[in-house]
């Protein structure tokens, strides 16, 4: 037995060094795609989906972020310890990134209970990191802001709510996160919501909650749309994946997901659903935890560019970029095992042929054509004279679970005065 499992590692560690990128071309021929990828990161933002670091700081700081010196975090505990500290200041800049979606997120153990408010302390860490990191964040809303700030060498930072629990069923939360500078939401974490199911519920044994969206659901993609907030379908289930791409006017995204035909989690996209994605002009930024692309213990950065590959030959190239999910996964694929080494991935695409002006819609040009798109929607909206929504979400929609923290008071002022 210690025989066979010596035998397994050895082939194990021999099949990580002969799947490196490095190690698939001679040294000279992939450090000439390595700078002709650099190359292409220094002409357009690299924009990633998702990144869990305001999470850490939650964990491993309690968001004391003022006098926190995050320039490099590889030697500093917790952090160094950790097998999903994948980000600081120092790796941030020799992976190129130009623009950033921080997540802001808190547990579904929040949901019923103080989700609203832990959300609100993790869109306050976001600002008040870039506050105390000037010279290399610039808070950003909008595409335009986006590329002004990587005009100027900064990582435009925007922000990401990543669970609708996190409004409480409130289209005036909506709106006031919105304000504090949200720019898209992830209409579900790994729980349903009153209004939306969540991908687990498409697992063997599973069974709906919704069938997708709720009307109330339904009301919520209305009222982003109104609002120039992008749409996230990671983590929801399949028919809210539909729902949503068939109601939704502006672009959608997946900051987090990748393809279900090559890993079948479903955390990831089936091409049917690509498909519509396509004729909906959004954007599937594929996720590198390692169990939503190979469904394994391991991956590689070749298997990443597998999912870019696929989701390119499905759903076009103008509908794929990157959201790693960085900092808030354990495993991470060999070649691509924090944020300094983007620059591996887009060397091996193109070592596979492909050309520079299509490495730049992935990079980001995809993601800042579906911004503004949103963006286009809203301004649109608002030419047409549409006013906010300002439904109530049923009480009878709202599950026993909820009763405890809710009183209940779900009429309109008009009839409370009348």
Known sequence: MRLRLTVFLVLLVIELILSSPSRRFDGVAFEKFLIKARDVLDRVPLIDGHNDFPYSLRRYESNQVGDLDIYDLT???????????????????????????????VPCSTQYKDA????????????????????????????????????????????????????????????????????YMTMTHSCPTPWADNSQLDDPGNVPVH???????????????????????????????????????????????SAYALCNNTRNVPDDILQLVAQNGGVVMVN????????????????????????????????????????????????????????????????RGWTETDLEKVAGLNLLRALRGAESVRDQMAADGIKPFDEWIPQTDLPAEAQPCNTGEYKSQKLLTE
Not at 76 to 103: M, Y
Not at 135 to 161: H, L, P
């Open 116 to 183: 609203i408010s832990k959300t609100w302390e993790q869109i306050d860490v976001i600002h008040r990191l870039v506050e105390a990191n000037p010279t290399t964040f610039a808070f950003v809303t909008s595409a335009q802001e986006i590329e002004d700030a990587f005009a100027q060498g900064k990582i435009g930072s925007m922000v990401g709510v990543e669970g609708g629990h996190s409004i409480g069923s409130s289209l005036a939360v909506l709106r006031m996160m919105y304000d504090m500078g949200v720019r």
């Open 288 to 351: 590198f935890f390692v169990s939503y692309v190979t469904c394994g213990l391991t991956a590689t950065v070749q298997d990443v560019a597998d999912h870019i590959e696929h989701i390119r030959n499905i759903a076009g190239v103008d509908n794929v970029g990157v959201g790693s999910d960085f900092n808030g996964v354990a495993r991470t694929p060999d070649g691509l095992k924090d944020v300094s080494q983007y620059p591996n991935l887009f060397a091996e695409l193109l070592a």
């Open 211 to 257: 069938d997708g969206l709720t009307p109330f659901g339904r009301t919520v993609v209305a009222e982003m749309n109104r609002l120039g907030m992008l749409i996230d379908l990671s983590h929801v289930s399949r028919k809210t994946m539909r729902d949503a791409l068939e109601i939704s006017t502006a672009p959608v995204i997946f900051s987090h997901s």
């Open 75 to 105: 030697t500093v505990e917790p952090w160094a310890s950790s097998s999903s500290s994948h980000t600081d200041i120092n790796r941030l800049r020799q992976g190129k990134v130009g623009a950033q979606f921080w997540s802001a997120y």
